[in-house]
């Protein structure tokens, strides 16, 4: 008999532990933690108490801090730890990965300075593995309470997505395949920081119509500047596109719409991301996809006024007064 595929997930965070619980139902999975303390409890106590309380992990899910361990077991290896440290952590076993071994980025964010996707770092750290995504609307804590919820494996070879789906998916998790990989992960990058505008909505006390306004115009914006790049448009009706938006935008728990909501309160951005304790990939993100859209000459006035709190140059009710200015006109064209 075939031994069972062996999931590796690097990245102990909040969402790095909820998909390696997911495919500890299905098949064996150790988790990387790149603090001892946190592998010991998952391991003693089935609780990652610093991101997820205490609720319990899957019985069959190990965690070990030793990282090269943890790259030499994979036969299917996960990136979740956020974007910034996807190419520092794969540097330190790009000779432990077997290869053809696929590589699942989780990660919503672009690198600073590089500008690249995770698959893209990924891709350059790990020649020739099959790389893709796992992505959709996915707030972490739900799934671990085993609230059903969907999401996206995308490959370029939909073979690869193919025999990955089963590894993920359960009763209350459907995973979908898609092989536009480009859309599906500006889809998780982009809704970021439209979050942090639906915050700072919401901080303001807004109403239920300007929240609509903000969630639409930050889709059109999102499709934009996706398809000028050469995604498909249709990808950001999807899972990945409009429906992690919405999560992201509503979830009172998501951190990028806190961070939005604590910058409304006149908080500067070190403060509010200081107050979270967690990763909020929009704030570092926003400058480089303002960079992008000069590039690619795309208008997207809701990520710039985003951009230009997160740098300090404007108060959240500013950003506000600013958008009131922008001359609306064909809403299938301009901003
Ligand atoms: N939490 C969620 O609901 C979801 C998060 N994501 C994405 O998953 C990625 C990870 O997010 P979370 O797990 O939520 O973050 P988190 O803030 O809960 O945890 C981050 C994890 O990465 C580790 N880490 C931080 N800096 C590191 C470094 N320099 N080197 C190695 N490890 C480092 C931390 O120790 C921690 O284990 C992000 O890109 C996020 O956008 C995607 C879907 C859902
Ligand atoms: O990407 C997410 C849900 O799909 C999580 O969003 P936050 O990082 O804002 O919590």
Redesign the pocket.
């Known amino acids: 008999m075939a031994r069972p595929v062996r999931v590796v997930v690097l990245?102990?965070?909040?969402?790095?532990?909820?998909v390696a619980g997911l495919a500890a139902r299905n098949t064996p999975t150790l988790l990387w933690?790149?603090?001892s303390e946190?592998a010991d409890e998952i391991n003693s106590q089935r609780t990652n108490s610093k991101?997820l309380g205490e609720r319990k992990l899957p019985k069959g899910l190990k965690a070990t801090s030793d990282l090269v361990e943890a790259a030499r077991e994979a036969d299917v290896l996960v990136c979740?730890?956020?974007?910034?440290?996807v190419r520092?952590?794969l540097a330190e076993i790009a000779n432990e990965v077997r290869a053809w071994v696929p590589v699942l980025s989780?990660?919503?964010?672009l690198e600073p300075g590089t500008r690249q996707r995770?698959t893209e770092v990924i891709a350059e750290c790990l020649p020739g593995h099959p790389v893709g995504l796992l992505?959709g609307p996915?707030?972490?804590?739900e799934i671990v309470d085993g609230m059903a919820a969907a999401s996206v494996v995308a490959t370029q070879d939909d073979r690869v997505a193919a025999a990955l789906q089963p590894l993920f998916a359960s009763s209350v998790f459907r995973v979908y395949r898609n092989t536009d990989v480009l859309g599906c992960e500006l889809g998780?990058i982009l809704k970021?920081i439209v979050a942090i505008a639906s915050g700072m909505a919401d901080g303001l006390g807004v109403g239920d119509n300007t929240r609509a306004m903000v969630l639409a115009r930050g889709l059109a914006e999102m499709t934009r500047l996706g398809e000028a790049m050469g995604a498909n448009p249709r990808t950001f009706a999807g899972l990945t596109g409009v429906g992690d938006l919405i999560a992201t935008c509503m979830a009172p728990t998501s951190?990028n719409r806190r961070v939005g909501e604590a910058l409304a309160q006149g908080l500067t951005v070190e403060e509010a991301v200081a107050k979270l304790g967690?990763?909020a990939?929009g704030v570092k993100t926003a400058p480089t996809v303002m960079d992008l859209a000069r590039e690619y000459g795309v208008d997207m006035p809701i990520a710039a006024e985003v951009e230009a709190v997160i740098g300090g140059r404007q108060s959240a009710s500013d950003a506000y007064r600013g958008l009131q200015k922008v001359a609306p006109g064909g809403e299938h064209e301009v901003a």
């Open positions: 990245g102990a965070g909040s969402w790095g532990t909820t933690a790149r603090n946190a991101y979740g730890v956020p974007s910034h440290a520092a952590t989780l990660s919503k964010g995770p992505a996915n707030i972490a804590k998780g970021n951190r967690q990763v990939e």
